[in-house]
T-cell receptor, first 117, second 112 residues
Framework: DAGVIQSPRHEVTEMGQEVTLRCKPISGHNSLFWYRQTMMRGLELLIYFNNNVPIDDSGMPEDRFSAKMPNASFSTLKIQPSEPRDSAVYFC???????????????FGQGTRLTVV | AQSVTQPDIHITVSEGASLELRCNYSYGATPYLFWYVQSPGQGLQLLLKYFSGDTLVQGIKGFEAEFKRSQSSFNLRKPSVHWSDAAEYFCAVADYGQNFVFGPGTRLSVLP
């Protein structure tokens, strides 16, 4: 398996534009996580899905952020409109979830570095 | 809610020296604990994990960690550090719902 695949790897956009980040989890995994990493706040969980259903979105900063998982092999994180403070590295991760037991680790993608100017 | 603290923001050791990175957690039930490593510009890679059994767990790259319930700790160790170990290290705890919570990370620098 190629692992968790994120695209794009880098995104530079202007303030106010819509940004869509994409993630393909590892085949067979049933939990998917979106994290944001910044120097100031470290790794923050934004949202996680289990069996394509959002379980906890309490980390989503505000209404400008939305995430979807239309099927088991694809998820998107959308920011509309984007702001400079959204600049960060966004990671997607997947795991076998509760079905796999709590010892199952999360596998991370390479991340998307977002810069909003 | 669970939480993880890593008291050391930055540690510098000489190549060949031993290493211990500290991790303390707060969790109501039996914790499931992980150590991840992140190299610059990369994602997080799992070093090791603990969820039951022997409290001393072995991981990749010569790392090990010991779970101490009485101290709510899960410290990461390596007997002899290599220059390639320079990276950021994250401790994490997961609850039953697989909600991973990460510590703030410890940046490791290795002197030649």
């Amino acid at each position: 398996d190629a692992g968790v695949i994120q695209s794009p790897r880098h995104e530079v956009t202007e303030m106010g534009q819509e940004v869509t980040l994409r993630c393909k989890p590892i085949s067979g995994h049933n939990s998917l996580f979106w994290y944001r990493q910044t120097m100031m706040r470290g790794l923050e969980l934004l949202i996680y899905f289990n069996n394509n259903v959002p379980i906890d979105d309490s980390g989503m900063p505000e209404d400008r952020f939305s995430a979807k998982m239309p099927n088991a092999s694809f998820s998107t994180l959308k920011i509309q409109p984007s702001e400079p403070r959204d600049s960060a590295v966004y990671f997607c991760a997947s795991s076998f979830g509760p079905r796999g037991g709590r010892g199952t680790e999360a596998f991370f993608g390479q991340g998307t570095r977002l810069t909003v100017v | 809610a669970q939480s993880v603290t890593q008291p050391d923001i930055h540690i510098t050791v000489s190549e060949g020296a031993s290493l211990e990175l500290r991790c303390n957690y707060s969790y109501g039930a039996t914790p499931y604990l992980f150590w991840y490593v992140q190299s610059p510009g990369q994602g997080l890679q799992l070093l090791l994990k603990y969820f039951s059994g022997d409290t001393l767990v072995q991981g990749i790259k010569g790392f090990e960690a010991e779970f101490k319930r009485s101290q709510s700790s899960f410290n990461l160790r390596k007997p002899s550090v290599h220059w390639s170990d320079a990276a950021e290290y994250f401790c994490a705890v997961a609850d039953y719902g697989q909600n991973f919570v990460f510590g703030p990370g410890t940046r490791l620098s290795v002197l030649p």
